[in-house]
Structures are given as C-alpha cells and as structure tokens.
C-alpha cells in the first residue's frame, strides 16, 4: 500500500505491505481415540480506495470455528459473503463541463458484485514413521 508524505521541501512515497487474500490458519489435535479437533479461522480480506480519504482501506470478512471430526471426514466453512459496488465516470472534455447540457455527454456507470466463499478441508491422520 503506497503512503504519500510531504513536507513543505518535498514528497516522499514508502510501501507498507499488508496481508491480504484467502487467509486460513488450522490448528489441528488428535486424542485418544483416533479424534481430530481442528481450531480454524478464514479471513478474506481486500483492500479498496477510498477517494475521498486518498487512502486504502480493507474490507475483511472473518470466521472462526473448533470442530471435531474423525479421521477422513470433510468439513465445510461457508458464509464468508462480501459484496463490492464501485461507480465509474466519463465524459467528453470540456462538453462534459457544460452545465445542464453535459449530462448528455457524461456516462456514469454503476456495478455491484456479490461473492461467497466456502472453503472444504479434509481431516487427515497421518501414520507415525518410528523407524527414524
């Protein structure tokens, strides 16, 4: 993410880096009796301009969950749904600035874009190597 600073000499531009994406952490424990308890947490996260702000902020869907399976079972995180709308402007110059009649040569055009994510994870045991 870009940060802008400016003094009154000059204008330095500095990089923050930021996670961002499909993030899953899975923190598996096996009992006894051959029982997998899974602590889980998604996070979808997205950063988006705010133009007003000149700034990035990031929109961030989360789910955390503790589940117990047995050995091969699946197990389904859903409900991570996040919706995005963003408006976009043209016009032709300057008949654009024309007041009253530069609607007729301005386009505003609008979107909105609606996701879910569901993520599948598949419960495992994996058989100890004791020859090592």
């Given at each position: 993410v870009p940060e802008v600073e400016t003094t009154s000499r000059s204008t330095t531009t500095s990089f923050t880096y930021h996670k961002a994406?499909?993030?899953?952490?899975?923190?598996?424990?096996?009992?006894?009796?051959?029982?997998?308890t899974a602590i889980v947490h998604t996070e979808v996260s997205s950063p988006v301009y705010v133009e007003d702000l000149k700034a990035y902020r990031f929109?961030?869907?989360?789910?955390?969950?503790?589940?117990?399976?047995?050995d091969g079972e699946t197990m389904v995180?859903?409900?991570?749904?996040?919706?995005?709308?963003?408006?976009?402007?043209?016009?032709?110059?300057l008949l654009g600035d024309i007041p009253?009649?530069?609607?007729?040569?301005?386009?505003?055009?609008?979107?909105?874009?609606?996701?879910?994510?569901?993520?599948?994870l598949t419960a495992r045991i994996l058989p100890s190597d004791d020859s090592q």
């Open positions: 994406g499909i993030i899953l952490r899975y923190t598996p424990y096996v009992s006894d009796d051959g029982r997998i929109n961030k869907r989360s789910a955390d969950t503790s589940v117990r399976l047995k995180i859903g409900g991570l749904i996040g919706s995005e709308e963003a408006k976009s402007y043209r016009k032709i110059p009253v009649l530069g609607a007729f040569f301005k386009n505003v055009q609008k979107s909105k874009q609606s996701s879910e994510i569901m993520i599948f």
